[in-house]
């Protein structure tokens, strides 16, 4: 069964920081690895995903992750935080009949000036 | 090109009462999902559509129904209320049911029972 741990819920850092939001998953089947943002009062936002191919995946905002498989890991970063990157940050995995995302509790990210 | 739109965006029920969500999917998007997320939690899956049918269901109990009408806009409903059903119900649409692509999200709907 599939399954997403995201350690730390809640994640604090100084403006011009690296952001590091860490995400570990389970999967009886190759992988789709997502990262979701969602900000106050708003629906989620896709930031990146992992399909298949390079295991560097590029997205919006500056973010990147790094899909590990020897470690199951998707951990999301960003060189240098901004005051606009405050907000809930989800990572998710497919299903194994890719009907569903299953979801991690989210990481909630603190920017401070 | 229109986006995910739900409605109501707040709603206060009273236990054992009935609640209707509405999701208008974005346009040229077949599918549409439906998830529950609890304060302080992830989005948990309630049931997709797909072209006016059920395509997947998750835990949820049997007063959880939907359904999707033939512009791809769709229902959630909600019988006998309970206290724990109180949370933010998330409408996304894509363009096909497989989970391989992006969903695109609405704004959600938060719902209160007292």
């Known amino acids: 069964a599939q399954s997403v741990t995201q350690l730390g819920s809640h994640v604090s850092v100084s403006e011009g920081a690296l952001v590091l939001l860490r995400c570990n998953y389970s999967?009886?089947?190759?992988?789709?690895l997502f990262w979701y943002v969602q900000y106050p009062n708003q629906g989620l936002q896709l930031l990146l995903k992992y399909t298949t191919g390079a295991s560097l995946v590029k997205g919006i905002n500056g973010f990147e992750a790094e899909f590990k498989k020897s470690e199951t890991s998707f951990h999301l970063t960003k060189p240098s935080a901004h005051m606009s990157d405050a907000a809930e940050y989800f990572c998710a995995v497919n299903a194994g009949n890719n009907r569903k995302l299953i979801w991690g509790l989210g990481t909630s990210l603190a920017v401070n000036p | 090109e229109t986006g995910v739109t739900q409605s109501p965006t707040h709603l206060i029920k009273t236990r054992g009462q009935q609640v209707t969500l509405r999701c208008s999917s974005q346009?040229?998007?077949?599918?549409v999902s439906w998830y529950q997320q609890a304060l302080g939690q992830g989005p948990q899956f309630i049931f997709q559509y797909y072209r006016e049918e059920e395509n997947g269901r998750g835990n949820f109990p049997p007063r959880f129904s939907g359904l999707q009408f033939p512009n791809y806009s769709s229902e959630l409903n909600v019988n006998a209320l309970e206290l724990d059903d109180s949370a933010l119900y998330l409408c996304?649409?894509?363009?096909?049911?497989?989970?391989?692509?992006?969903?695109?999200f609405g704004e959600g709907s938060r719902l209160t029972v007292l």
């Open positions: 999967s009886s089947v190759p992988p789709y």
């Open positions: 346009s040229g998007h077949n599918t």
């Open positions: 996304a649409s894509s363009p096909d049911p497989l989970t391989t692509g992006e969903l695109f």
